[in-house]
């Protein structure tokens, strides 16, 4: 009897989201302050779904269409989100953790008052994006395309601006490493009371 409580407990630890609500989100493309932690997601056509407030923390986001979905509130923790879509997706007040999305089309999202930390977005298109106000540390952003790209009030000493293409990317209050403003004038990004040190 304990071994199988004992299978059933780890069962239900390595599935943890709730299937009823993963059905409902499939169905109607509306998960709001769902669990959907470890849930796969991989491959799924979900445009314009809604998200808000729910955990899809360990989740598996990779060649998935999210495109115009909401992810307003939602906190992504350990997620994997490569060769996404997640073209003008809404993350505001979003917190995004320890996660990764490589290759991924980000064009015209919202990660405004968003926290970022240990995240990669590595040859990702995040162009047009907004990241006023967010709460970045320790991203990397090295060969994506932040053209036309939104960074106000806040700090990107520890993030990777490697080999960007920045074209009209706007810097403004913000902080960076002198190597990264030197590359971003190259680059011909624009700068308005930028701290660079």
Request: aromatic share 12%; with cysteine; hydrophobic share 40%.
């Amino acid at each position: 009897m304990k071994k199988l409580l004992l299978l059933i407990f780890s069962f239900t630890f390595l599935f943890s989201y709730d299937a009823v609500q993963l059905e409902k989100l499939k169905k109607t493309l509306v998960c709001e302050d769902c669990d959907l932690t470890n849930a796969n997601l991989s491959g799924m056509n979900l445009q314009k779904a809604s998200f808000a407030g729910s955990d899809l923390s360990g989740s598996n986001l990779t060649k998935t269409n999210f495109a115009k979905s909401s992810f307003w509130g939602t906190k992504l923790e350990d997620v994997k989100g490569m060769d996404s879509n997640f073209f003008q997706c809404n993350f505001e007040n979003a917190t995004i953790k320890n996660s990764t999305f490589d290759r991924s089309n980000f064009k015209g999202a919202n990660l405004r008052l968003t926290e970022i930390k240990d995240v990669s977005f590595k040859e990702s298109n995040l162009w047009g994006v907004r990241f006023d106000e967010a709460s970045i540390d320790n991203v990397n952003f090295s060969s994506s395309r932040i053209a036309d790209a939104r960074f106000s009030d806040l700090d990107l000493l520890s993030s990777n601006l490697s080999d960007t293409l920045a074209f009209d990317a706007v810097f403004e209050r913000v902080n960076l490493l002198q190597k990264d403003c030197d590359y971003l004038k190259g680059e011909d990004a624009k700068f308005k009371d930028a701290n660079c040190q």
